[in-house]
Nanobody, 122 residues
Framework: QVQLVESGGGLVQAGGSLRLSCAAS????????MGWFRQAPGKEREFVAR??????????KYADSVKGRFTISRDNAKNTMYLQMNSLKPEDTAVYYC?????????????WGQGTQVTVSS
């Protein structure tokens, strides 16, 4: 049974930083694609960042809105994915979710965490 647990959310002022963590269990971390998504009040859930894998090559992708400010990373030994968020803006306020795609392609996320709230004050 796959379990994804996010942590690290909180309240931060604009311009500040947070690092989110996603601890994964029940999956082979090296073979799946994993991503971060977010959902702001009254809005659709949107893609934030992901990594996918083709053979031994890891690919990273970011939403334009976070490119240059957010960095996704992973620690295989800890089965944990991170999202370093710098230069935060009020529009980054949302519940952030991590998700896993067992196909590795980053297009079919079937497992989701419970989410962690990020609030950026102006």
């Amino acid at each position: 049974q796959v379990q994804l647990v996010e942590s690290g959310g909180g309240l931060v002022q604009a311009g500040g930083s947070l690092r989110l963590s996603c601890a994964a269990s029940g999956l082979t971390f090296n073979s799946v694609a994993m991503g971060w998504f977010r959902q702001a009040p009254g809005k659709e859930r949107e893609f934030v960042a992901r990594f996918t894998r083709t053979g031994s090559i890891i690919y990273y992708k970011y939403a334009d809105s976070v490119k240059g400010r957010f960095t996704i990373s992973r620690d295989n030994a800890k089965n944990t994915m991170y999202l370093q968020m710098n230069s935060l803006k009020p529009e980054d306020t949302a519940v952030y979710y991590c998700a896993a795609d067992p196909t590795g392609r980053g297009m079919e996320y079937t497992d989701w965490g419970q989410g962690t709230q990020v609030t950026v004050s102006s």
